[in-house]
């Protein structure tokens, strides 16, 4: 649900136009499990799968992180921040921010 929730955000700004749709989809499950401090946020098999290798899923997963932060000041993501405000949608848009731009560079160094 946390990533349908990256996603939509996505949809919503033009800057993100610059990805494909695919990249956004990858981007976001990445994202996700990051956020979630899941292991192995990008594995191999995710690796092969898409043909995307980590450090390109990072590029377009640091504009999402950007749009996170954004999602509850900016009035354009109104609408969707509030959907995933609610029960039915597991309230993942309150899931506090774990992760910062810093974790997003040290992933590349590894």
Not at 17 to 35: F, G, Q, T, V
């Amino acid at each position: 649900m946390l990533a349908c929730y990256l996603s939509e955000l996505s949809l919503i700004e033009v800057n993100m136009n610059k990805w494909l749709p695919s990249r956004i989809a990858c981007s976001a499950l990445y994202l996700s499990k990051k956020m979630l401090k899941l292991p192995q946020p990008w594995s191999r098999d995710m690796q092969n799968a898409t043909d995307l290798p980590e450090k390109a899923v990072r590029d377009s997963a640091r504009d999402i992180c950007m749009l996170i932060n954004l999602a509850h000041q900016r009035r354009i993501f109104e609408p969707v921040y509030k959907k995933y405000s609610v029960a039915k949608f597991l309230r993942v848009a309150s899931i506090p921010v774990r992760i910062r731009k810093e974790s997003l560079a040290q992933s590349q160094e590894n």
